[in-house]
């Protein structure tokens, strides 16, 4: 079962500019996550916002949660080449661990 | 370095054989989980284990089955390898509290 819905499905800018992906969910959450994958390999956790936080950051990374609209926003700025990648947001239910992820967002970059 | 490791990164297997998938962590994390992940669908789960010898199925165990034996080791079986089983499967681990997952880097599995 899909919960996270990121929008857009790919997007492709130039390095220097600034990347925002969009995820919405359906049910209540515990926490929200962002994960990167390179092209052929295993996802590599970026950043857990709690559902009583608002926003978090990270380096280059910030990141919104808005559970009233049940979603969220990735910001990546002064976007590099090598932040080409997808990107999937994952869900926490309020009890346990088991994560449901969303279809991802595939960025590109371009030098 | 924290590290799941999964055995093999690329495996070819033909119908109906018999299939190990192995996944190791070092970060003694209580909780384990196995993926796949096709084009268009996203990430599946196919089973989990919150504990050793402790099992639960996810959204989409048919065709598989998974060993805990220890802390450490979470195996995915395929117990007659078909050609819809053709995916990356992806292993992941983290400890109780939502911490965030580490994955492995993926098996990406033909069968032919």
Request: with cysteine; hydrophobic share 30%; aromatic share 10%.
């Amino acid at each position: 079962s899909q919960q996270g819905e990121e929008d857009p499905q790919a997007l492709s800018i130039q390095e220097g500019e600034n990347a925002t992906m969009n995820c919405s969910y359906k049910t209540s959450i515990n926490n929200l996550q962002w994960y990167r994958q390179n092209s052929g390999r295993g996802l590599v956790h970026l950043i857990l916002i709690r559902s009583n936080e608002r926003e978090k950051h990270s380096g280059r990374l910030r990141v919104t949660l808005d559970t009233s609209k049940k979603s969220s926003s990735l910001l990546i700025t002064a976007s590099r080449a090598a932040d080409t990648a997808s990107y999937f947001c994952a869900t926490g239910p309020p009890y346990g661990n088991k994560l449901v992820f969303g279809a991802g967002t595939i960025l590109r970059v371009k030098s | 370095d924290v590290k799941v490791t999964q055995s093999s990164r690329y495996l070819v297997k033909r119908t109906g054989e018999k299939v190990f998938l192995e996944c190791v962590q070092d970060m003694d994390h209580e909780n384990m989980f196995w993926y796949r992940q096709d084009p268009g669908l996203g990430l599946r789960l196919i089973y989990f284990s919150y504990d050793v010898k402790m099992k639960e199925k996810g959204d989409i165990p048919e065709g598989y089955s998974v060993s805990r034996e220890k802390k450490e080791r979470f195996s995915l079986i395929l117990e007659s390898a078909s050609t819809n089983q053709t995916s990356m499967y992806l292993c992941a681990s983290d400890r109780t509290g939502n911490y965030g997952y580490t994955f492995g880097s993926g098996t990406r599995l033909t069968v032919v």
